[in-house]
């Protein structure tokens, strides 16, 4: 396998896969510019190896051609965090992306237009709602070789590819896993992706303990494959947020109208922790309120109350971990030496159910500081340590929500897979 470290640059077009989908402001102005600076490095490298960089990536999620997704409203930030000038080409494939590939010069970059704007990216037919499984089966086996057609038309812009985009490296897209086959001896990881999966191998493959997992977030049954390799893997499971009151229910409390699932299932995942050795702490308090529709619109300007976890009142919601469940969990956390650590224990986008989820974030951050290592990652998990900023006191935050979840599920994918085979 090629690595990033080590191969030749020199007068090469590296097309690189990025994540740059950045989140943009009515007025297209990027607002949060995180996924490009962390791709600093790998462009940095390539650009002091003498490559010239080829910038494909996708940008929300277009049905087809759309301003509102053009990746053109990046420009202004890219070029100053990369200190140069951009070319853009306003089609990722085609006449002009072929002749702007070819002038490229060493230290040059050049920006494709939107790969979603093709299906052929996802691979997914567009189709209306009505349509038939016939028309779908057609469409998909005509996509399927039109976009054959368009990973060969990306691939022959460049001479060697890098992924860097860990978070899309779960979908078996055009630019995330097919195109890596065009470039059999000159494919590899970008820094990103490297790091990401350094990181997820040091958790899970070998741990230094006592090693504690905090899962928290809505929902028990998005999560269900993971608690359970966890199981295999973890002393400690620290189970918080809206997923915790299935749990309380399936030990016979009252959780009043907070959110619940499958209770079996969460019967059943009690049951293989015991037989695992696996020491559950499920909250033992937590901060309710009856006005939990008013929170819901993100008004946190409601009545609160703390209540024992198994003694909910009828008519209230829990919705953040309570101060005696944070006591108890501290404890924990502090007497770890690895710990991992995804979704929030509370609704912490309203500052009045935030606590539960700034002292997890504190505590782990204290724990890092003492000499642990801590991987903070999920979507919801970062967007908190990014709230409290403190993101630089953990050992690492992942970038990719879902595909974080997949790689640890020992799930191969795809995006890691087409570099590696
Ligand atoms: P997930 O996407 O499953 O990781 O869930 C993240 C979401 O869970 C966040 O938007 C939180 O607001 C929400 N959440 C956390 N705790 C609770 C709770 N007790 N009740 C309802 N939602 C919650």
Same mark, same amino acid.
């Given at each position: 396998?090629?690595?990033?470290?080590n191969?030749?640059?020199? =007068?090469? =077009?590296?097309i690189?896969?990025?994540?740059?989908?950045?989140?943009?402001?009515?007025?297209?102005?990027?607002?949060?510019?995180?996924?490009?600076?962390v791709?600093?490095?790998?462009?940095?490298?390539?650009f002091?190896?003498?490559?010239?960089?080829i910038?494909?990536?996708?940008?929300?999620?277009p049905?087809?051609?759309?301003?509102?997704y053009?990746?053109?409203?990046?420009?202004?930030?890219?070029?100053k965090?990369?200190?140069?000038?951009?070319?853009?080409?306003?089609?990722?494939?085609?006449d002009?992306?072929?002749?702007?590939?070819?002038?490229?010069?060493?230290?040059?970059?050049?920006?494709?237009?939107n790969?979603?704007?093709?299906?052929?990216?996802?691979?997914?037919? =567009?189709?209306?709602d009505?349509?038939?499984?016939?028309?779908?089966?057609?469409?998909?086996k005509?996509l399927?070789? *039109?976009q054959?057609?368009?990973?060969? +038309?990306?691939? /022959?812009?460049?001479?060697?590819?890098?992924?860097?985009a860990?978070?899309?490296?779960?979908?078996?897209?055009?630019?995330?896993?097919?195109?890596?086959?065009?470039?059999?001896?000159?494919?590899?990881?970008?820094?990103?992706?490297?790091?990401?999966? +350094?990181?997820?191998?040091k958790?899970?493959?070998?741990?230094?303990?006592?090693?504690?997992?905090?899962?928290?977030?809505?929902?028990?049954?998005?999560?269900?494959?993971i608690?359970?390799r966890?199981?295999? +893997?973890?002393?400690n499971?620290?189970?918080?947020?809206?997923?915790?009151?299935?749990?309380?229910?399936?030990l016979?409390?009252?959780?009043?109208?907070?959110?619940?699932?499958?209770?079996?299932?969460? *019967?059943?995942?009690?049951?293989?922790?015991?037989?695992?050795n696996? *020491?559950?702490?499920?909250?033992?308090?937590?901060?309710t309120?009856?006005?939990?529709?008013?929170?819901?619109?993100?008004?946190?300007?409601?009545?609160?109350?703390?209540?024992?976890?198994?003694?909910?009142?009828?008519?209230?919601?829990?919705?953040?971990?309570?101060?005696? /469940?944070?006591?108890?969990?501290?404890?924990?956390?502090?007497?770890? +030496?690895?710990?991992?650590?995804?979704?929030?224990?509370?609704?912490?986008?309203?500052?009045?159910?935030?606590?539960?989820?700034?002292?997890?974030?504190?505590?782990?951050?204290?724990?890092?500081?003492?000499?642990?290592?801590?991987?903070?990652?999920?979507?919801?998990?970062?967007?908190?340590?990014? *709230?409290?900023?403190?993101?630089?006191?953990? /050992?690492?935050?992942?970038?990719?929500?879902?595909?974080?979840?997949?790689?640890?599920?020992?799930?191969?994918?795809?995006?890691?897979k087409a570099?590696?085979?």
């Open positions: 396998m090629q690595s990033i470290d191969y030749d640059f020199h =007068r090469k =077009r590296a690189v896969r990025f994540d740059f989908n950045v989140p943009l402001n009515e007025k297209f102005e990027v607002t949060d510019d995180t996924r490009i600076r791709a600093i490095p790998t462009i940095n490298k390539i002091a190896g003498g490559g010239a960089i910038a494909m990536t996708h940008l929300g999620r049905k087809g051609v759309a301003e509102k053009s990746l053109k409203h990046i420009i202004p930030v890219l070029e965090l990369i200190g140069k000038k951009v070319i853009f080409a306003p089609d990722c494939i085609g002009e992306a072929v002749e702007l590939s070819k002038n490229l010069k060493p230290g040059d970059f050049l920006l494709l237009e790969l979603r704007f093709y299906a052929e990216e996802e691979g997914k037919p =567009r189709l209306a009505t349509a038939t499984q016939e028309e779908k089966d057609a469409a998909k005509e399927k070789v *039109k054959k057609d368009f990973v060969n +038309k990306l691939a /022959s812009l460049a001479d060697c590819y890098v992924n860097d860990f978070g899309t490296a779960h979908r078996a897209h055009a630019s995330t896993a097919l195109i890596a086959a065009n470039f059999p001896n000159d494919k590899m990881f970008g820094y990103i992706m490297e790091n990401e999966l +350094k990181a997820i191998d958790v899970l493959d070998a741990p230094e303990r006592p090693f504690t997992a905090i899962l928290g977030g809505s929902k028990v049954s998005s999560k269900i494959t608690i359970k966890l199981l295999d +893997k973890v002393d499971l620290i189970l918080g947020g809206g997923m915790s009151f299935t749990f309380i229910k399936a016979g409390g009252n959780i009043g109208l907070s959110i619940c699932e499958d209770v079996e299932l969460a *019967k059943n995942i009690l049951e293989e922790a015991e037989a695992k696996v *020491k559950v702490y499920l909250p033992v308090d937590v901060v309120t009856i006005q939990f529709e008013e929170v819901f619109k993100g008004n946190g300007n409601v009545e609160t109350k703390i209540s024992d976890i198994h003694n909910i009142s009828d008519d209230a919601q829990g919705l953040d971990a309570g101060p005696a /469940s944070i006591e108890r969990w501290r404890k924990i956390i502090l007497e770890s +030496k690895t710990i991992l650590w995804n979704g929030p224990v509370g609704v912490f986008e309203v500052d009045t159910f935030a606590n539960g989820t700034l002292n997890i974030a504190k505590i782990v951050a204290d724990a890092t500081s003492s000499g642990a290592y801590s991987l903070v990652g999920g979507g919801d998990s970062v967007a908190a340590i990014n *709230k409290f900023n403190l993101a630089d006191k953990v /050992s690492y935050v992942s970038t990719g929500g879902g595909a974080l979840l997949e790689y640890m599920e020992k799930v191969e994918l795809p995006g890691v570099i590696k085979e």
